[in-house]
């Protein structure tokens, strides 16, 4: 089929990097980055937004709180229209009442105004409609036309699947079948965002990134995985290829190992029928967690742009020692809550949960032991985990140091000499800090570690843009760096196929540990790092 002009971004405009000018004429401090020059960012062109399953959770919990912040920031270009397009019936008036109540309720939107919601309101439209009605799709022309010359849209078009997954393959196809991929005037583009779980086994996500390039190019097609528009995700980038000293260092030869841990202390909360027959590999690892491990692990790409970033990103997937199954007693543990306490409050077993199978098996808590095959990580263990109803919730990537390799200052004979530790927290306290080893005040000698802590709220103050805001804009401006391409997904499931496989296949092979609610989850995770004579970091 014809592909459409895809827009292609100037692969300068988002840089990270100032340009090596900039820098001689500029403070340090004031070094303008993308992080502090949002406003530079408003895209120039318009488009119409389409949301397929605009009557769900997601539209009104995040997608249009998102696009409702980026107008009372400036950054929603003046043409933009947002169509909601769903089985529910609503008429436009009723799809904006009930936007704004999502929006006066949101936690995530932090302006609301009275002026602001004027403007943005007369943005919103809506179409009920069934996603296997082929009259909805044939008249969706009619609409968008009507909708660019109403807003000036540009005839760009922007979808997004907000749908349940099962969905997602019909919709595209429908698109495909009524041209609606196409561009609707020359020059003009037409882009897919599609949100997670995207697929289930490598089986699924083959065939949905197939069935999406019957109708789409690939580089219209941005898979979007929130994590990536964190700005402290971001910001791993920044972290590690805008200082020289970290380079040397970041590699076998001075990391001794790499803990990654998402915790939570939420369980499943109203979302027990799709997490049953998910479980945390599916939930967290194959998309958010594999992600960081990425950024932490990848070469530099030659230039700061979508398929040179995924490029290289994909590398490091692609070098992932398979979990065997004679391996995975070793290097895969999962766990599912039980009853017990968070805080003060005593909340109930996974299993008790609404939508919930009392006889589940599903994972709340994995974690993994990965082995990177290549010349920079070959045998430095990549320790990985994730849990709900845990004692915590922080979001960090540790990096172990090696200790020094011999310790001269007559310390006591079992003391040893702790190994600098650098910690990239991604939430909720954003920041990064660095310990070392200092000689304690005092007559004797005696090896303390201390801290050096950059913390992004002191230093920059409160975040603006949420996950949503960041992905949204680059979506329009046609910067797919922060989303997935087909590949890495492909690829994150193969690393996870024969985990899925084995546990769903033999359960008393492979314990479930239930641990409290309130814990660091089961025991074989300690077990886990203690066999290599590691242990994890909790929230330390
Ligand atoms: C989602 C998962 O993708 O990420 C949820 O489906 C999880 O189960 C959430 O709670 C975690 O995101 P965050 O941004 O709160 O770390």
Not at 90 to 116: L, P
Not at 252 to 275: C, F, M, N, P, S
Not at 357 to 376: G, Q, V
Request: proline share 5%; aromatic share 10%; hydrophobic share 40%.
């Amino acid at each position: 089929m014809g592909m459409n002009n895809l827009g292609n971004p100037d692969p300068t405009r988002k840089a990270l990097f100032v340009e090596p000018e900039a820098t001689l004429v500029t403070p340090v401090q004031t070094i303008p980055t993308q992080f502090d020059s949002q406003a530079a960012r408003r895209p120039d062109e318009s488009c119409v937004f389409v949301i397929f399953g605009a009557s769900g959770d997601l539209t009104s919990r995040k997608l249009v709180p998102a696009l409702y912040n980026l107008e009372c920031q400036g950054l929603l270009p003046a043409g933009v229209a947002v169509l909601g397009f769903a089985i529910t019936p609503m008429d436009d008036e009723s799809f904006r009442d009930s936007m704004h109540k999502a929006v006066q309720s949101s936690a995530e939107v932090a302006c609301y105004n009275e002026t602001t919601w004027a403007s943005f309101v007369s943005r919103l439209h809506y179409v009920t409609a069934a996603f296997d009605d082929p009259t909805a799709f044939a008249t969706l022309h009619d609409t968008l036309d009507q909708l660019d010359r109403a807003h000036g849209c540009g005839g760009n078009t922007l979808y997004y699947l907000a749908t349940s997954p099962a969905f997602y393959g019909q919709v595209v196809d429908q698109l495909g079948a009524h041209n609606l991929t196409e561009p609707r005037r020359p020059g003009a583009w037409t882009r897919i965002i599609v949100e997670k779980p995207f697929g289930r086994d490598v089986t699924s996500a083959a065939k949905l990134n197939d069935q999406i390039h019957r109708s789409f190019h690939e580089a219209q097609v941005y898979r979007i995985d929130h994590y990536l528009g964190k700005e402290t995700v971001r910001n791993i980038l920044a972290f590690r290829f805008a200082n020289s000293i970290l380079e040397p260092l970041w590699n076998r030869e001075h990391i001794d190992h790499v803990q990654i841990t998402a915790a939570e202390t939420l369980g499943v909360e109203h979302r027990g029928k799709y997490y049953d027959g998910a479980g945390a590999l599916r939930d967290m690892f194959q998309n958010h967690l594999f992600q960081l491990m990425a950024l932490v692990a990848m070469e530099p790409p030659v230039k700061y742009n979508g398929d040179l970033v995924r490029d290289r990103k994909a590398d490091v997937l692609r070098s992932i020692v398979p979990i065997t199954r004679e391996r995975l007693a070793i290097e895969a543990v999962r766990g599912q809550y039980g009853a017990g306490h968070i805080g003060s409050s005593a909340v109930a077993a996974y299993a008790t949960e609404p939508d919930v199978n009392p006889k589940s098996r599903t994972e709340t808590f994995a974690a993994l032991k990965l082995r990177i095959d290549n010349w920079r990580w070959a045998d430095v263990p990549f320790y990985i985990r994730s849990g709900k109803r845990l004692a915590t919730k922080f979001t960090e990537i540790a990096i172990t140091f090696k200790r020094v390799p011999k310790q001269f200052f007559n310390l006591g004979p079992h003391e040893v000499i702790d190994a600098n530790v650098l910690t990239l927290r991604i939430q909720p306290d954003e920041g990064i800090a660095l310990t070392f080893g200092v000689k304690s005040p005092g007559t004797d000698m005696v090896i303390r570690q201390m801290k050096m802590d950059f913390s992004y709220q002191s230093d920059f103050g409160e975040s603006r843009a949420t996950a949503y805001e960041t992905l949204l804009l680059d979506a329009m401006e046609g910067d797919s760096t922060l989303f997935n391409r087909y590949d890495s997904v492909e690829l994150s499931w193969q690393i996870l196929q024969p985990v899925l496989d084995a546990w769903a296949s033999d359960g008393a092979a492979w314990p479930l540990g239930i641990y409290p609610s309130g814990s660091w989850g089961p025991v074989a995770s300690d077990v886990l790092l203690a066999r290599d004579g590691r242990g994890w970091r909790n929230g330390g």
